[in-house]
């Protein structure tokens, strides 16, 4: 079993920055993808950010692209989430999520085989 542990959420004024953590454990894991969703009440969930393991290729949402970046640290297996300029409407709940084999759309959800537990991002403005 794989386990995917998130960290570093919390609350932040408008325009302040935070860098959430994403760490996979268990059983030998080798990643094909790690992204990040986000989950804000009374809308669907929505991608955010991808990064492929191998060549560290990455896809943005429109909506994070130039504020926000995913990066990988294959040692520890760990991918992060660095955030900046943030918003009032990037509050969330920030889900990690990770698949270890070729998918055909990298950004959709049902694709992904585990899920870290959330963690709350709130930005006030």
């Known amino acids: 079993q794989v386990q995917l542990v998130e960290s570093g959420g919390g609350l932040v004024q408008a325009g302040g920055s935070l860098r959430l953590s994403c760490a996979a454990s268990g059983r030998t894991f080798s990643s094909y993808a790690m992204s990040w969703f986000r989950h804000a009440p009374g809308k669907e969930r929505e991608f955010v950010a991808v990064?492929?393991?191998?060549?560290?290729?990455?896809v943005y949402s429109d909506s994070v692209k130039g504020r926000f970046t995913i990066s990988r640290t294959n040692a520890k297996n760990t991918v992060y989430l660095q955030m900046n300029s943030l918003k009032p409407e990037d509050t969330a709940v920030y889900y990690c999520?990770?698949?270890?084999?070729?998918?055909?759309?990298?950004?959709?959800?049902?694709?992904?085989?585990?899920w870290g537990q959330g963690t709350q991002v709130t930005v006030s403005s």
């Open positions: 999520a990770a698949v270890g084999y070729s998918i055909a759309k990298i950004t959709a959800a049902d694709e992904y085989t585990y």
């Open positions: 990064i492929r393991w191998l060549g560290g290729s990455t």
